[in-house]
Nanobody, 124 residues
Framework: VQLQASGGGLVQPGGSLRLSCAASGNIFRLDDMGWYRQTPGKQRELVATIIMTGRTNYGDSVKGRFTITRDNAKNTVFLQMNNLEPADTAVYYC???????????????????WGQGTQVTVSS
């Protein structure tokens, strides 16, 4: 399974950005999808996650400002980021967990995958 993230960039404080991450491959089912972020010298931290039914979970620092959604038909997760702050500057990584299926055997296997990361910079 491959995850392709896009939508990062440079934005001024108070601005907005929308990240997208599309999953591709022999996907049988996508369970959890989410976004994490990392800055140099720090551990990767949770931004937001969403399960197949739409239930969401957010990191405390982004509650009320970020919104995570997903399009199950397109195996894509989105992160709408509003009222961005300099502290939001980081590399954002998408994550997905679920099951793949073999077209030869029809067997399913669990998987976990990370996207390549997209840089978000909030600066005036």
């Amino acid at each position: 399974v491959q995850l392709q993230a896009s939508g990062g960039g440079l934005v001024q404080p108070g601005g907005s950005l929308r990240l997208s991450c599309a999953a591709s491959g022999n996907i049988f089912r996508l369970d959890d999808m989410g976004w994490y972020r990392q800055t140099p010298g720090k551990q990767r931290e949770l931004v937001a996650t969403i399960i197949m039914t739409g239930r969401t979970n957010y990191g405390d620092s982004v509650k009320g400002r970020f919104t995570i959604t997903r399009d199950n038909a397109k195996n894509t997760v989105f992160l709408q980021m509003n009222n961005l702050e300099p502290a939001d500057t980081a590399v954002y990584y998408c994550n997905a967990e679920g099951y793949t299926i073999s077209h030869m055997t029809s067997r399913t296997e669990p998987f976990g995958a990370w996207g390549q990361g997209t840089q978000v910079t909030v600066s005036s």
